[in-house]
């Protein structure tokens, strides 16, 4: 390991010791994170403002079923109800949506704002565009991620990633 010298708290950039500098995922989130920016950028064209990508699948969805409690939303989308939560906080502070008294005095439903259904038909324009955009991706690829992500779902069914990951920190010294 490279020396640092003692009164020098500068890192020395040729230390390879920072794990984080190897991610074999990254450049999948970072692919993800500039289609997300692209599709952004299609609704700022449009004026749209506060709108982000993460949002439309929710406000289609409560378009579509009509409002529903944080937890059906969270089950309907697949996500954690901690994870829908703060993503509904975020919605209604951008005025995408807003609660409601549900059907006890205990239970609110989210649903859509009136600037929501004011673009609904453009939200699941863009939705349909995105998806075959992508499917004309997929279609040029040897390859497609979503026979990626087919071909690791198998691959977990028979040996989960927490199983995998217990396996490599056994072998690893620092893990215990």
């Known amino acids: ?12 950039p040729t230390d390879s010791s920072d794990p984080t500098d190897q991610s074999l995922w ?11 920016a692209d599709i952004a950028r299609i609704y700022a064209e449009k004026r749209i ?11 289609l969805r409560l378009h579509a079923r009509g409002p529903m409690t944080i937890t059906e939303l969270a089950e309907s989308v697949g996500r954690t109800h901690s994870a829908l939560s703060q993503k509904v ?14 059907d006890d005095a205990r239970s609110k439903k989210v649903t859509l704002t009136e600037q929501a259904r004011g673009i609904l038909g453009r939200l699941a324009a863009e939705w349909r565009a995105t998806e075959a955009a992508v499917a004309e991706i997929e ?19 028979h040996k989960s990633f927490h199983d995998r990951i217990v396996e490599k920190l ?3 010294p620092a893990w215990e």
């Open 1 to 12: 390991m490279p020396h640092m010298a003692e009164d020098d708290p500068t890192p020395d």
């Open 26 to 36: 990254r450049p999948l989130r970072l692919l993800q994170a500039s289609m997300d």
């Open 49 to 59: 403002t506060g709108l982000k990508p993460s949002f439309v699948m929710e406000l």
């Open 89 to 102: 906080a975020a919605m209604r502070a951008a005025g995408w949506v807003e609660t409601v008294a549900g």
């Open 139 to 157: 279609a040029e690829l040897p390859y497609p991620l979503t026979r990626v992500v087919t071909d690791i779902e198998q691959l977990l069914a």
């Open 170 to 172: 056994a072998e690893d």
